[in-house]
């Protein structure tokens, strides 16, 4: 598998999809078995990736997936989000959201309404719990997120670079 700096990565970010669907193959057998035999080391290499490439890389130099994931926006979210806008949240979810297939609220367009030119987040405060926990990679029972994280590396840098890093430390 083709081996690429987080950096670069940053620089090419429109072919991640592209580059992603090419190695998904090695990566999905790897998830496989990472998924039947758990092992017990996999949350700390995670996180240990997490925060290295987290203190590599700056997010507002990205803003991948401002622009292009929809989060599911809950209903404190929703409290949380009309509240600190001073909207009612009925006129909250006019304004902003509808229903996606799975009936969870969603924004009703993306890029995100709220991501600046800067790629900062004007809700920054009070933006959805889906926007804080992306991309997931700092979570406890990594082994239960595969799934997401599979497609998540089609969308942020990090997710793809620590794939590649599982795979090289368990596939065999
Ligand atoms: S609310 Fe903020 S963090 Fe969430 S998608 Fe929009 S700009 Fe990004
Ligand atoms: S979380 Fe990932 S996709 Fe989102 S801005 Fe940061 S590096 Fe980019």
New binding site residues.
């Given amino acids: 598998m083709e081996k690429i700096s987080i950096q670069k990565l940053f620089e090419n970010i429109n072919s991640l999809p592209k580059l992603a669907k090419k190695s998904e193959p090695t990566i999905k057998a790897v998830f496989r078995k990472l998924k039947s035999k758990k092992p017990k080391d996999l949350d700390n290499f995670v996180h240990n990736l997490h925060e290295e490439y987290f203190s590599e890389?700056d997010?507002l130099d990205?803003?991948?997936?401002?622009r292009s994931l929809g989060p599911r926006i809950t209903e404190n979210d929703i409290d949380r989000l009309s509240k600190s806008m001073k909207l009612k949240p009925a006129k909250f979810i006019e304004q902003y959201l509808h229903k996606d297939e799975d009936n969870d609220f969603v924004f009703k367009s993306m890029p995100c309404p709220f991501l600046a030119e800067d790629n900062y987040c004007m809700v920054y405060e009070n933006r959805p719990k889906a926007c804080r926990e992306?991309?997931h990679t700092n979570r406890r029972k990594f082994v239960q997120i595969l799934d997401i994280s599979l497609k998540n590396r089609e969308?942020?840098?990090?997710?793809y670079k620590i794939s590649d890093d599982i795979v090289k430390k368990y596939q065999n």
């Fill in positions: 890389i997010c990205c803003g991948n997936c401002c992306y991309p969308t942020c840098p990090v997710v």
